[in-house]
């Protein structure tokens, strides 16, 4: 069985980089009806931020990224938090000791500053086995526990970078238990994996260099090498350096908060870094399952593209719209609404969303599309004689074709859309106005937004007797 996992620090915030490395092992054991472990590498305490965790376990919920074990649904392997399994990193480190692969090391740190000095001024690498001491005490908790390397060269195959090698040169005497009795990631994550049964671990390239202690590790414990998958770096947007939160990329919460559907999240941190070699570039959760596969990440890094990321939205949005109908989309819109819409009934809302739908990236966008739906529009005579389609008009001229239009809307019977729609076609004929000129107008008149729906749609929406009164207002303005 294919067993993959995702083991997150608690230190704050969840980014986009972190929940990638969530969503690769997710699919692979999916597709392959493995498991999926959650992991919570605490053992930083220094680092460790309350309710870190439960954001996690959130932010994975949201994206529907289900957990087979670990935190909330338990499991064989259990705990799975590191900070509870002190005994079992203990046990496996008294078993190196035992076999004379690890040694306490009570070296004060100023001293080993020293050594890293010394190196530096004879330009010569820092590894500490070249200064291991010769008389150590009998370990206990308290002392720090280092890994007594026997350098050699390692060769190993990496899923997405392929044939690797290395040389005797990057072996150290690695701290495998800290000061304070808790494992280092170095140490824990070995002993994890293999107490967990985990088949393939999925991280990000920067631990690469570090494959060759990992591997002198395993080699040390008697365990078999999992299958390793070094995951590239999602980089700035300008730049090659890898993604961080000073280059724009917010929390994967932020995000939520300005309404980004987790359906577009999951599809397009999925295809940052992996395509399956078509055109294709929506995906359903269960296509990705079906498609996944190792040789189709990129060896070298994905750019982060948040316009992509608001593309990819607005064609879920519509999707959703379409597919499933405006009432499932209304569903998802809880927050996202401008606070004078709380007056206002579900089903005049989920009109307003139905006309106004395929012009949203994100659900936050509707707090400023569909104000003027929901409380009159000041009247701004500057953005309105501004316009690039009016200002060639006089006052008398836009007055008088603001009177005619009332005139003939007023006359209108049955409000609807096509009734409008074919008013507006004959004031087109009776002003000798072009659509753009006559429309604008009309369509500033009402809204005072930047765009709008297709005209007829909103009046339809905002109704006869709103309408005519904001006509009035501002022909009374000019």
């Not at 631990?207 to 414990?221: C, I, K, M």
């Not at 399952?289 to 040789?295: G, H, R, W």
């Not at 608001?310 to 609404?337: C, H, K």
Request: hydrophobic share 40%; aromatic share 10%.
């Amino acid at each position: 069985m294919i067993v993959t996992r995702f083991a997150p620090s608690p230190t704050g915030y969840i980014h986009i980089g972190n929940v990638r490395s969530a969503i690769y092992p997710y699919l692979l054991a999916r597709q392959n009806h493995g498991k999926m472990i959650l992991r919570i590498e605490d053992t930083d305490r220094a680092r460790y931020v309350e309710g870190a965790t439960e954001l996690v376990e959130d932010t994975l919920e949201w994206l529907g990224l289900n957990w087979d074990e670990g935190p909330i649904v338990g499991g064989d392997h259990g705990p799975y938090f590191q900070s509870e399994r002190q005994e079992i990193y203990h046990d496996w480190a008294r078993k190196l000791i035992a076999k004379g692969r690890a040694y306490a090391d009570p070296t004060p740190s100023d001293q080993i500053e020293k050594y890293r000095e010394q190196c530096n001024a004879s330009k010569t690498p820092f590894l500490y086995r070249n200064f291991r001491p010769t008389d150590t005490p009998e370990w206990q908790p308290g002392i720090p526990l280092r890994f007594k390397a026997e350098p050699k060269s390692y060769e190993w195959h990496d899923e997405v970078m392929g044939d690797m090698h290395a040389g005797p040169e990057v072996l150290d005497d690695i701290i495998l238990i800290k000061k304070d009795g808790y494992p280092t990631y170095n140490f824990a994550h070995i002993v994890d994996d293999a107490e967990m049964g985990v088949t393939h671990v999925m991280r990000g390239v920067e631990y690469l260099s570090s494959t060759p202690n990992y591997l002198a590790l395993y080699e040390a414990l008697d365990l078999p090498r999992p299958k390793l998958v070094s995951l590239p770096h999602i980089l700035a947007p300008n730049s090659n350096k890898k993604l961080g939160k000073r280059d724009g990329a917010k929390s994967v919460t932020e995000y939520r908060q300005d309404g980004i559907l987790p359906e577009a999240m999951l599809n397009y941190l999925a295809c940052l870094g992996w395509n399956d070699g078509t055109e294709q570039e929506i995906y359903t959760k269960e296509e990705l399952i079906a498609k996944f596969s190792l040789d189709r990440i990129q060896n070298s890094g994905a750019r982060y593209d948040e316009t992509k990321l608001l593309w990819m939205n607005g064609q879920w949005i519509r999707s959703i719209f379409d597919e499933q109908g405006p009432e499932a989309l209304y569903a998802r819109t809880e927050g996202f609404w401008p606070s004078v819409a709380k007056t206002h009934s579900e089903e005049y809302k989920i009109k307003v969303l139905s006309i106004l739908y395929d012009r949203l990236r994100a659900l936050a966008d509707l707090r400023e599309m569909s104000a003027y739906f929901f409380s009159d529009p000041e009247i701004n005579l500057d953005f309105l004689i501004n316009n690039k389609f009016i200002k060639k008009m006089s006052e008398a001229e836009i007055e008088s074709l603001l009177k005619t239009t009332i005139a003939k809307l007023a006359s209108i019977d049955a409000w609807d859309a096509d009734n409008l729609q074919q008013a507006l076609n004959d004031l087109l004929q009776e002003t000798g106005k072009k659509p753009a000129e006559l429309f604008s107008l009309i369509r500033i008149a009402i809204s005072f937004a930047p765009f709008s729906p297709a005209l007829n749609l909103t009046m339809e929406v905002l109704g006869k007797e709103i309408a005519l009164a904001r006509l009035n207002a501002v022909a009374s303005a000019i």
